[in-house]
């Protein structure tokens, strides 16, 4: 149950349509209404990295498919991700929503190769990170310009 919990983040990953997006819809809530300082976003990020490795693994061993949809701690994280050490306001917030859920559904080089060459809950969480990350590089560009 404990990884249960963790893997679909407080069991939103069994909203009956697109969970990973309404995970990402509730993490972009909670930080618009907290507003964490970036240490809080990173150190809440590294928590749920490992967290997710460990139980979207036991997860998926255990139902016996491969990414369930249910698990969505790779969404929480990876929206985190798209997110990190940018100044926090709905702007960015909605910006960094919407790539991120595009990056994270069409899945774009390298997301889908790093996706395919990797295994279990590291597969599972790291195609999030990286959809996040270039999320991040975006919004970063964006703001110089």
């Known amino acids: 149950m404990f990884y249960k919990i963790i893997a679909t983040v407080l069991f939103i990953g069994y909203f009956p349509f697109a969970p990973g997006t309404v995970c990402s819809a509730v993490t972009m809530i909670f930080l618009d209404l907290f507003k964490p300082s970036y240490m809080v976003v990173l150190t809440i990020l590294?928590?749920?990295?490992?967290?997710?490795?460990?139980?979207?693994?036991?997860?998926?061993?255990?139902?016996?498919?491969?990414?369930?949809?249910?698990?969505?701690?790779?969404?929480?994280?990876?929206?985190?991700?798209?997110?990190?050490?940018?100044?926090?306001?709905?702007?960015?917030?909605?910006?960094?929503?919407?790539?991120?859920?595009?990056?994270?559904?069409?899945?774009?080089?390298?997301?889908?190769?790093?996706?395919?060459?990797?295994?279990?809950?590291?597969?599972?969480m790291m195609d999030d990170i990286i959809a996040g990350l270039i999320t991040n590089v975006l919004i970063r560009i964006f703001l110089m310009l």
């Not at 926090?88 to 996706?115: G, H, S, T, Y």
């Open 46 to 124: 590294i928590v749920s990295i490992v967290a997710g490795i460990i139980a979207s693994e036991r997860i998926e061993k255990a139902s016996n498919k491969k990414d369930p949809s249910y698990i969505v701690i790779d969404e929480f994280a990876g929206y985190l991700t798209s997110i990190l050490f940018i100044p926090i306001n709905w702007q960015n917030l909605l910006i960094a929503f919407i790539l991120f859920r595009i990056f994270d559904i069409i899945k774009p080089p390298p997301i889908r190769q790093i996706e395919r060459k990797l295994k279990g809950g590291l597969s599972i």
